[in-house]
């Protein structure tokens, strides 16, 4: 794939993002539910995610090739969320159509970042961040545009402006026929034994996921609390989507600058920077009431987004064999977008149903100092060691 037509998939993939995820949790409210209801259908939705990443990137791997996969997810993704659009405010039958977007939206992310490592390969691996800014780019410009969209329409345009984004993602990709990592006939692996030879090769692969899985407890417990919070304190949608789309802008020269870092410090240290960010947002959460300083630390939480997002992608990158790229991008993502939305999203909205805000955003800032302490535990000496070489290059 050209490097422009890569850029353009971010900058789509950061679109679709845009027209949803600052959204979604205010049209299920403004649909009649409480905030321990969509909290239970945003976990829904990582949990078919959980169910679904890992095997869509190991059957990108194995089957069907990196670029043939995405397009059936991105279809998938748009024909699921259309099912919002008729089931209105019914409970259960928004948790069925959750199950269904989740299984096919959450594979989407891990696929695309999975593509661009491909064409990064190891010696440009570091500037990953430089084309991932594209999405944050588009991202904050498209969330502004849709916060004014909202606030003029109704947040019911949510749903028709994410189908049309989420299709336009197939653009990029209409000329391609690339394969990656074509498979031959007979090494074809099954899910669970890939998996266990990948963690065999990089023992402290699962042990940075679990520092993965606290720090995204954190954020995903947030994503949910910070829009209904700044609601409950009498913001208005532009200002929610100001805050969304500030963070995104934040993470612009941050990501651009990564590459220098990981080179310069490694990458580890990106991410541990960025857990330590968060903790210090989360505390920012939990001592205001004020939306507008809400909407600002909001915005400064794309610096920690940034720094988790990008280390966390390139050091799997780095632990993981390249034969198992999409597996390992797709457990990634499982933890990060499947298990922690899951638990974050639950523990989230209970807490803040019970305790206020507050208890909240103390229990999101102690996860993701956690998070920066077991990362430090699992990336202790070096990283790019444990890579252990494609299966044609061992012979």
Known sequence: MPGRRLESLFVLLGISIAALSPFLALLLRERGLQADEIGV????VSAAGLL????????????????????????????TAAGFLVVGGNFWLVIAVAACFGAASQ?????????????????????????????????????????????ATSLE????VYILAVLACLLPLRRSRRAVGPPV????????????????VAPRFPLFLGSVLLVNVALSATTLLVPLRMDDVGSSLVLIGVGAAVAAIVEIPVMLSTGWFSRTFGARWVYLGGCLAYGLCFVAFMAT??????????????????LVHVGSVVLVADLVPGRSRGLGQGTLQTVASGVAPIVGSLAGGALYAAFGGRTAFAAAATLAIAAGVVSWLALAGPVTDTAVPDQAETG
Request: aromatic fraction near 10%.
């Open 185 to 200: 006939a007979d090494t074809h692996r099954g899910f669970l034994t890939t998996l266990a030879a990948v963690t065999a």
């Open 107 to 151: 594979s989407m992310h891990p696929l695309v970042d999975a593509v661009a490592l491909d064409e990064l390969e190891r010696r440009r691996r570091g500037d990953y961040g430089r084309v991932r800014v594209w999405a944050s780019v588009s991202f904050a410009v498209a969330t502004l545009g849709f916060g004014w969209l909202f606030q």
């Open 41 to 44: 259908v945003l976990a829904i």
């Open 289 to 306: 009431d004020d939306p507008a300083i809400i909407s600002v630390v909001w915005g400064a939480s794309g610096v920690a987004y940034a």
């Open 157 to 160: 345009w949510l749903l028709p």
């Open 52 to 79: 679904t990443a890992g095997l869509v990137g190991h059957l990108a791997d194995e089957r069907f090739g990196l670029h043939g996969m995405l397009r059936m997810v991105i279809v998938l993704a748009a024909v």
